[in-house]
């Protein structure tokens, strides 16, 4: 199993491009995440997605847009990127109910100019 | 999140000598998850801890849970260059089906 995998690994943008970014996870996990991280500031939630066909804005939501495209696959979107936006982007999954653990991907490494 | 508060933000030790983060929460626990990022790489989940008093180990790490479930610490015992990293606590602070909380991580740095 590869557990969660994003892409891509790294990715430069100019202020007010797009793009995004895609997440997958093989363990059947009905809960999928978006944080990103920054330098004294932890993790912070972006969205979620308890189950298939649901999502929920978490603790900084603007700015982005995401999809939860099948129970596997969750996406993340910049529609007009920004500066603040320069980040690194991980990605988890997990199962349903409380005391479930919870796995990340590698991240993805963004830049905007 | 200002749930979940770590200390020390960061640590060096010297290798060979032991070292205890702590995690604190300004609500019940529900669960409480640490992990260990490398530098530039994601999130290796270590273990996870439930009840009040709860302790568990893997090779030179142990954490515990207090009895009240608002505080947990990670202790390493004999650092190694290997255990360097950041630290992260995460949190259950619901009872349902909810994200976790992080805290904002502890920088370790293990030299010779």
């Known amino acids: 199993n590869a557990g969660v995998t994003q892409t891509p690994k790294f990715q430069v943008l100019k202020t007010g491009q797009s793009m995004t970014l895609q997440c997958a996870q093989d363990m059947n996990h009905n809960s999928m995440y978006w944080y990103r991280q920054d330098p004294g500031m932890g993790l912070r939630l972006i969205y979620y997605?308890?189950?298939?066909?649901?999502?929920d804005k978490g603790e900084v939501p603007n700015g982005y847009n995401v999809s939860r495209l099948n129970k596997r696959e969750f996406s993340l979107r910049l529609e007009s990127a920004a500066p603040s936006q320069t980040s690194v982007y991980f990605c988890?999954?997990?199962?349903?109910?409380?005391?479930?653990?919870?796995?990340f991907g590698p991240g993805t490494r963004l830049l905007v100019l | 999140s200002q749930e979940l508060e770590q200390s020390p933000q960061s640590l060096i030790v010297q290798e060979g000598k032991n070292l205890t983060i702590n995690c604190t929460s300004s609500k019940t626990l529900y669960g409480l998850y640490w992990y260990k990022q490398k530098y530039g790489e994601g999130l290796i989940f270590l273990m996870m801890l439930q009840k009040g008093g709860e302790e568990k180990s893997h090779e030179k790490i142990t954490a515990k849970l207090d009895e009240k479930k608002q505080q947990s610490s990670l202790h390493i015992t004999a650092s190694q260059p290997s255990h360097a990293g950041i630290y992260l606590c995460g949190a259950d602070l619901n009872s349902g089906n909810t994200p976790l909380v992080f805290g904002k991580g502890t920088r370790l740095s293990v030299i010779a």
């Open positions: 988890a999954s997990k199962g349903w109910g409380t005391l479930e653990t919870q796995y």
């Open positions: 997605s308890a189950s298939e066909g649901t999502t």
